[in-house]
């Protein structure tokens, strides 16, 4: 009687054997694939600089009689697995309104996009396209003007007392209220 289990036993040892090898050999194959598929996506869980402030300029760089001064604005920027450093996302006119404050503007025109100028002479901003004029403080300076808005003001800070930080952000030309570009 013993002979007749001994096939049977072997036949359920190679089973425990086989099916082991499947489960070790799917654990061994799970752990480089979801390491592989976590590398893969970590770029798109990573956190973007977007709404962010940027330095700009330092507050010797404005002249204190408070005529606006057109800056770069730079970033670094990344997306999905590129980083490129020094990149170019708009420009800002930026015054002086007091000893340590400042005003930043977008420098696109809220009507059609275009990029306004400063006219020392005028002492006003001027957009080309749509003959658009501004005041110092931004405000639309003719009731004629085809902007539905002023230009849009931008969040300033000043840290370590010289260097000036902005919020850089685009908004939507053409609408009456300020619509961020996302």
Known sequence: MQENRLPEMSARRGFFKKASAVVIGALAGIVPGLSALFVFLDPLRRKTNAGESVMVASLSAL??????????????????????????????????????????????????????????????????????????????????????????????????????????QNFRAGHAEKIPVS
């Open 63 to 168: 002249p204190e009689d408070g005529v606006p001064r057109k800056f770069s604005v730079v970033t670094s920027h990344t997306d999905a697995w590129t980083r490129n450093p020094d990149v170019p996302i708009g420009a800002v006119y930026l015054r002086r309104t007091g000893q340590k404050t400042v005003q930043a503007f977008n420098v696109v025109c809220p009507h059609a996009g275009c990029f306004v100028g400063y006219k020392v002479d005028r002492k006003s901003y001027h957009c080309p396209c749509h003959n658009s004029t501004f005041a110092l403080d931004g405000r639309i300076n003719d009731p004629k003007s085809p902007s539905p808005r002023g230009l849009d003001e931008l969040p300033v800070e000043i840290r370590n007392e010289v260097e000036i930080w902005v919020k850089f």
